[in-house]
């Protein structure tokens, strides 16, 4: 993910990851209820109407009709884990509570919802119940499994009997290719435990690189000032036709609080990871096996290196593709204002003709891939640029 000065990375979910600058602090627990005041301001039914008459004659749904059509399909997600400890007095046991939010992808009773709001500090959840809303101040609270966790894109697939829950109402998804910036959206969920929450806004930007929990980068995220708060996690970021566009993941904040730096997993990644996790339970990734460091036109000029941006090679692994193909690791390290970077490599400069112009930009165009892929890599080796075609294999498991 893009760093913002000064601000706070946090996932919207009951266990809480914050990044500040590299560092990672874990929180988990219940979520705090907070007091706020409201100012409640009536709408005339003149205006009403007029807003209903615009979005009909545009084809766009207002927020009060997106709301109405997929709220119902909407779910508050509950997380028990066990928590093991010992003292002078021994060994003892206790659990804690996540909250997040989820929604319904079919009438087989599978449920969206982000890793993180399952699975925390490389623990499981001991057991998860999904809430479903009913008519008014009504709910239904069913049992759920979990089928499948990604932490790679923050992804995990939840199930429940149809039978136990009430009717289900599917939500439609979208294309997250065709997103632009300035699009209306809405996001449903329970921030702060304010359950079956609806906020409304617009995207802000497309494209950025997230951060996962695992520390993997999630390409195409979709940026959004629509209010995102802690409980928001795995709930849908919907788009004016009523279709679900991306998972609300993240915040960046100063305060830990909403400041209109929403975040949502594309729904097009977090498709393809819910067609694996429901065939196999796990997600296969794509695989190139080098490390590197970031130049930029400084550090590039610092370096000798006839580059204004790309990727230095820092080391290879082993037996990768990267190797394999004839990409070259760096073997020197030479230190610039305190930064060690291994140099003599090959400098990354883009992949399949796109420009690669950080650490980043790279994790993400090969997870655009899968294994077995091949992918023309162009580097800068001393003088010249070479392209090389290297075949992607299966990422190893812990990398």
């Known amino acids: ?64 009709q997106i709301y109405k059509q ?6 508050e997600v509950l997380s028990t884990f066990d928590q093991q400890s010992s003292s002078q007095f021994g060994p003892s046991s206790s659990t804690a509570q996540a909250l997040g939010s989820g929604f319904v992808v079919s009438a087989q009773g599978y449920i969206l919802t982000n890793a993180h709001v399952v699975f925390s500090n490389g623990v499981k959840a001991g057991s998860v119940a999904v809430v479903f809303k009913g008519t008014g ?50 996001a ?40 995102i708060n802690e409980g928001n996690s795995g709930g849908p970021l919907i788009d004016s036709s009523g279709k679900v566009i991306g998972i609300n993941e993240q915040i960046a904040s100063q305060s830990g609080g909403n400041q209109g730096l929403g975040f949502a997993v594309p729904i097009d990644t977090a ?46 692994a082993g037996a990768s593709p990267a190797p394999k193909a004839g990409i070259k690791g760096g073997s020197q390290q030479t230190a610039i204002q305190g930064q060690t970077y291994l140099t003599g490599g090959d400098v990354i400069t883009a992949i399949d003709g796109t ?18 892929d091949s992918v023309t890599v162009t580097v800068l080796r001393g003088g010249s640029t070479l392209q090389i075609k290297a075949t992607l294999a299966q990422r190893p498991s812990g990398t």
């Open 70 to 75: 997929d709220s119902g399909g909407v779910v």
């Open 188 to 227: 449903i969920g329970n921030p702060l435990g304010y359950d079956f929450s609806v906020t409304s806004g617009i995207v802000s930007a497309t494209s950025r690189n997230l951060q996962s929990p695992n520390g993997a980068t999630i390409p195409n995220g979709i940026q959004t000032d629509a209010a």
């Open 271 to 316: 498709a393809k990871v819910m067609a694996q996790l429901k065939t196999s339970g796990t997600v296969s990734y794509a695989y190139l096996g080098v490390s590197g460091q970031t130049l930029s036109a400084d550090s590039s000029k610092a370096l000798g290196v006839n580059a204004s941006q790309g990727v230095l090679v820092a080391q290879d």
């Open 137 to 186: 101040s009504a709910t239904t609270r069913v049992k759920a499994t979990i089928a499948g966790i990604d932490e790679t894109s923050d992804v995990a697939l939840l199930k429940v009997d149809p039978v136990q829950a009430p009717k289900l109402v599917v939500l439609q998804l979208g294309d997250s290719s065709k997103v632009q910036a300035g699009e209306p959206v809405v």
């Open 355 to 372: 420009a690669v112009t950080s650490a980043e930009d790279l994790a993400a165009a090969i997870l655009q891939h899968k294994p077995g």
């Open 1 to 64: 993910m893009r760093k913002f000065p000064s601000s706070l990375l946090t996932f919207a979910g009951g266990a809480a990851v914050a990044v500040i600058l590299v560092t990672l602090l874990t929180v988990s627990g219940i979520l705090p209820f907070r007091t706020v005041e409201t100012k409640v301001v009536k709408q005339t039914s003149s205006s009403a109407a007029t807003t209903e008459t615009a979005a009909l004659t545009t084809g766009a749904l207002t927020a009060a």
